[in-house]
């Protein structure tokens, strides 16, 4: 076997051993390189819901604390609220096993991240900075709630109101 090509071919590598494991041929298998790319795979469903909720709770505080500034907030807030939501929901649906739990605990540190972003915002236009929470104001069901969207005063939907390709039922 060829221990360079993790090296040096990393794809290739990833598929002979793919290969190995399907054929159940432990010889095939570089034990020696295995274990950095199968930890990492454990890892994968919470990075991702990582950087999707610091995502979604960006733009939740934008459109708290911004929007009394921006009577006309832009629409494209609400769509990456929405989309990261969807993004979640997935995600949660696909490794409902290990994410359920993890969400519990993720949400302070990445909020805390989130707040170093925001606080780097500053509106030029007014010289003004905003004011954000030290702690994130909103609830794990606000936060993953489509209907939820700070200080919005817009009719929610049903579930049965929103097909798949977003044209109402009615």
């Known amino acids: 076997m060829d221990n360079n090509l993790y090296q040096t071919d990393y794809e290739l590598w990833l598929e002979q051993q793919r290969e190995a494991v399907e054929n159940r041929d432990s010889d095939a298998l570089d034990w020696e390189n295995l274990a950095g790319p199968l930890k990492d795979l454990t890892s994968f469903p919470r990075h991702l819901l990582n950087n999707y909720l610091m995502m979604l709770l960006l733009y939740l505080m934008k459109t708290a604390v911004q929007r009394n500034t921006y009577l006309d907030f832009s629409s494209e ?24 739990s993890y969400l519990q605990t993720a949400i302070t540190p990445i909020y805390e991240e989130v707040l170093e972003l925001l606080l780097l915002e500053k509106d030029w236009k007014r010289n003004q900075t905003y004011d954000y929470p030290n702690f994130c104001p909103f609830t794990i069901e606000q936060i993953l709630d489509k209907n939820f969207f700070p200080n919005d005063q817009r009719i929610t939907l049903a579930d049965n109101q929103i097909s798949n390709s977003g044209i109402t039922n009615d």
């Open 77 to 100: 807030w609400m769509i990456n609220i929405a989309s990261h939501r969807i993004f979640i929901k997935r995600l949660m649906k696909q490794y409902p096993k290990t994410l359920n």
